[in-house]
């Protein structure tokens, strides 16, 4: 089967210095993969280098067999490769419910003008965006706030609408960059819930995240990074017994 | 050849003066990362309080020129504790550039106020008689501005690289926070460095004051040539302040001497674009880019102004009566009639203006630039080609989507500081194509015989008729424009605002989107200065020159950005006000300014923003039952 992602011999420096080296990793459709690995490893480099918001030094991505490197930003999620960021990036200058149906825009099938004219079509489709985007709110029980400023939300918060926004896009593969960071235990396990029953409805699934009980739990696979490299990949059980990982990752983060 | 060599010298002497100004933009722009357009302001103050020293209390040269400069320091200091600095801390850098221009407008109002509208000039230092070096004769007065010039550069490159002060303004232009953790004065340092560009502007001013005359408005072409200066040396370079002023200088003397005077401003503009498009960090560039690009990387933070459906459909309605029932009703024969019928043109082109700016972000100095271009066009087809107006306004609507096109093109690669000069600069270049192509335009004494506008034989020739088509244009174009708003179209635009990069990564296609605001704040600009040709049956550049991009800028931010209805609160300030209350008409310029000075500062979203801020505020105490379920959590 085509995976959904294939990263191969994917490099990066900056300067001199080898921020990424020669990482190479598939992801099946479907799936979570978890890319795991100290500070300073390289996992939102390597996120930024997939999405084509840096430019890699030299290897290649495929999204479900279509060679991506060469495409801008844009033109990737227009192939259903959405990403969320580290620090939240909601607009500011948008409510919460504009922010979510921001994301639906690279569906939209009526044009500018069709919109300023107000044609039936352009209403209906307006209709049917505002009421999927207040379900999605719904669920994340951002129902109540979809009139504040999106900047008002708590962080939680704001994390939890870019995961939603990103949803709006209809993702076919969803990067998530640390979606756990700075939520407390009962948001970490309400998120665990989210990301696996987004996994149900077929959406492949690639996350950076440091919390290792989330990661244990969720993911299928996972990459370990460490100075730019591939350390380890397998599933959970494996990585755990992994020497290598435990040296690199689990080891000094105990210490 | 010897009068080559002649015209060089004068370009040299210009040039000093415009380095000198640069110098000015370039040592604020290092310091505190903002670009201060009043500079040129301080340069008329100076030379003003110098020539009133010297008629009016008869002191000697010498000391008037001091007090010159000492009171141009004094107001500076002033102004950047209670307006700048201030400013520096809470304004992101686009809103920066407006207050700036506040400032500017303010201080040729109060110029206009105080010295009126007459021109002055300055005696000369040292007599009047050329010396002659080599064959060559030079004006001793231009020995004094190579001599100032020189030791201003010296003396401010020592600073900057030799002093504890220098280091400091370095640290500051670096990383404000870091500066500060270290113990530097950050707000003390931008406060001196504004005071210092102020008085470097005023010496500058009173020095070439003897060779020229000035008034109260003058001050507005030199912060234009010497921003122009600063960007083509590179702006925060202060070397490359003074080689970009020397360049501008010579280019445009040469411009002048072989090809006309009229276009050597055009021609200066013309390389300015040129220089910004191939090398937009200027001949020189200095270190100060890297802090630029890590300043557009912070968030913007707007309130949000929603009136929610409800409220505005009331709102609506109620515009509707006033604007279709009550006041023609009231209004319609009264001398009152033309100023309304004015600021419902202008409102045209300040909405396209909204768009841009309120909606997708982008800085526009040159929005009048596409009034005169529609103007022109529609007005010179039906003068002179006998074209029925609705073809000349729609012909003037295609030259300027063409024109906004091509800036576009070049211009929407550059961000925040290079777009707003590449707008500005084509503004000018309008303006000084519409008074150096006098057989066209009719220069600067403007187009006359401009007939009324007509639809298939049906002739607008009331006020009242003209009342009613703008009003018409206005509700069709309001209409269309808040459905766009409120759509996908509305929503892609302010994400492209806020976040360009996160808009990007949803698949939001950044660079269409502002094209497409600009095309459209262009046709309307453009539909704007046809309605004025054909309303005044007569089109002169002063009505749709540069000084009217910046009124019509602060007839938006009064008004409220980013609310498509509320920029006509903005409007009708400025336009009504002075007409209801003639005597406030002197002190207009200066009003405008001071508004949008505590605008910018205290109410960033308008008056509009502010009252709907105020009718959809928090009323109702929250349900018990989302308490219980928030504490639950």
């Not at chain 2, 600073?159 to 953790?181: D, I």
């Not at chain 2, 009064?558 to 609160?569: A, F, N, Q, R, S």
């Amino acid at each position: 089967m085509t995976p959904a992602l294939q990263v191969r011999n994917m490099s990066k420096t900056f300067g001199g210095v080898q921020a990424i080296a020669d990482v190479s990793f598939a992801v099946a459709p479907g799936t979570v993969t978890a890319l795991i690995g100290p500070n300073g490893a390289g996992k939102t480099t390597l996120f930024n280098l997939i999405t084509n918001l840096q430019p890699a030094t030299g290897g290649t991505v495929e999204l479900f067999g279509q060679p991506i490197g060469a495409l801008t930003a844009e033109a990737i999620a227009g192939l259903g490769l959405i990403r969320a960021f580290q620090t939240a990036r909601v607009f500011p200058g948008m409510t919460v419910v504009e922010n979510v149906a921001v994301g639906a825009h690279r569906l939209m099938q009526t044009p500018g003008w069709r919109q300023m004219l107000a044609t039936p079509g352009a209403r209906r489709e307006e209709r049917a965006i505002r009421e999927r985007a207040e379900l999605l709110l719904d669920i994340a029980g951002l129902f109540d706030m979809r009139n504040r400023a999106a900047t008002e939300l708590p962080m939680g918060a704001q994390k939890l609408l870019e995961v939603i926004r990103a949803l709006m896009a209809a993702p076919k593969l969803l990067l998530l960059d640390e979606p756990a960071a700075g939520l407390n235990d009962t948001e970490t396990a309400e998120l665990s819930a989210m990301l696996s029953a987004i996994r149900d409805r077929g959406i492949t699934l690639l996350v950076v995240e440091h919390n290792m009980s989330l990661v244990m739990g969720l993911a299928d696979q996972i990459v370990v990074l460490d100075a730019g490299r591939t350390v380890a990949i397998g599933p959970p059980a494996e990585i755990r017994r992994n020497r290598a990982v435990i040296e690199a990752y689990v080891g000094r983060e105990d210490a | 050849m010897l009068s080559f060599v002649q015209i060089l010298i004068g370009g040299l002497l210009q040039g000093c003066v415009f380095g000198l100004l640069a110098v000015g933009f370039s040592l604020i722009y290092r310091v505190a990362a903002a670009v201060n357009l009043a500079q040129g302001a301080f340069c008329i103050i100076g030379a003003l309080i110098t020539s009133t020293c010297e008629q009016n209390l008869g002191l000697p040269v010498a000391v008037s020129c001091l007090l010159g400069v000492m009171g141009t320091g004094l107001l500076a200091t002033v102004l950047g504790q209670t307006v700048f600095v201030p400013g520096l801390g809470r304004l992101p850098t686009s809103a920066m550039f407006i207050l700036t221009v506040g400032i500017l407008t303010l201080l040729q109002g109060g110029a206009l106020v105080v010295w009126g509208s007459q021109a002055y000039t300055l005696i000369s230092f040292s007599g009047e008689r050329p010396i002659a070096v080599l064959g060559l004769r030079i004006p001793p007065q231009g020995l004094w501005m190579i001599g100032v010039a020189a030791f201003i550069a010296g003396a401010l490159a020592f600073l900057l690289m030799r002093t504890r002060v220098g280091r400091a303004f370095r640290a500051c232009a670096e990383n404000p926070m870091a500066a500060n953790l270290m113990g530097i004065g950050v707000r003390r340092m931008q406060l001196l460095s504004f005071v210092l560009a102020a008085v470097i502007g005023a010496t500058g001013g009173i020095v070439i004051g003897p060779t020229t005359s000035f008034q109260f408005d003058t001050g507005g072409m030199y912060t234009i040539f010497g921003f122009i200066s600063a960007v083509i040396g590179g702006i925060g370079s202060p070397l490359g302040a003074i080689v970009g002023g020397l360049c501008l200088g010579i280019a445009t003397q040469l411009a002048a001497a072989y090809v006309s005077s009229l276009f050597a401003n055009a021609l200066a503009l013309a390389l300015l674009l040129a220089v910004l498009l191939w090398r937009p960090s200027g001949l020189f560039s200095s270190g100060a880019a890297r802090r630029e690009d890590v300043r557009e990387e912070t968030r913007i933070h707007r309130a949000v102004v929603r009136l929610g459906l409800r409220r505005g459909g009331i709102m609506a309605a109620i515009g509707a009566v006033l604007i279709l029932g009550v006041i023609p009703w009231t209004l319609g024969s009264s001398g009152l009639m033309s100023s309304i019928i004015i600021t419902g043109i202008l409102f045209i082109a300040v909405l396209g203006l909204d768009l841009l700016m309120g909606f997708a972000g982008q800085v526009n100095l040159g929005q009048a630039g596409f009034m005169a271009i529609g103007g022109y066009t529609a007005s010179i087809l039906v003068v002179r080609y006998h074209l029925p107006p609705l073809l000349g306004t729609l012909a003037g609507i295609g030259l300027s989507l063409v024109c906004a096109l091509l800036l576009a093109a070049g211009a929407l690669r550059l961000r925040g500081l290079y777009l707003a000069i590449a707008t500005l600069a084509f503004g000018l270049l309008v303006d000084s194509l519409s008074v150096g192509l006098d057989g066209l335009t009719g220069g600067p004494s403007g187009l006359v015989g401009i007939p009324s506008f007509s639809v298939a034989g049906f002739v607008f020739d009331t006020p009242l008729k003209n009342y009613y088509l703008v009003a018409g244009i206005l509700c069709v174009v309001l209409a269309a424009l808040t459905a766009g708003i409120r759509g996908g179209f509305g929503r892609a635009l302010l994400a492209v605002r806020a976040d360009p990069l996160a808009a990007a990564a949803l698949g939001i296609p950044v660079r269409r989107y502002k094209i497409a605001a600009f095309c459209i704040s262009a046709a309307l600009g453009s539909l704007a200065g046809s309605l004025y040709g054909f309303y005044f049956h007569f089109l002169s550049p002063e009505m749709v020159g540069a000084p009217v991009s910046l009124q019509m800028l602060a007839m938006l931010l009064i008004g409220g950005e980013g609310t498509l209805v509320g920029p006509l609160c903005g409007v009708a300030v400025l336009t009504l006000l002075p007409t209801l209350f003639q005597p406030l008409a002197l002190y207009k310029t200066a009003g405008s300014g001071l508004l949008l000075i505590l605008f910018s500062l205290y109410l960033p979203s308008g008056i509009y923003g502010t009252l709907v801020a105020w009718l959809t505020r928090d009323r109702s105490p929250r349900s018990p039952l989302v308490a219980i379920e928030r504490s639950a959590q």
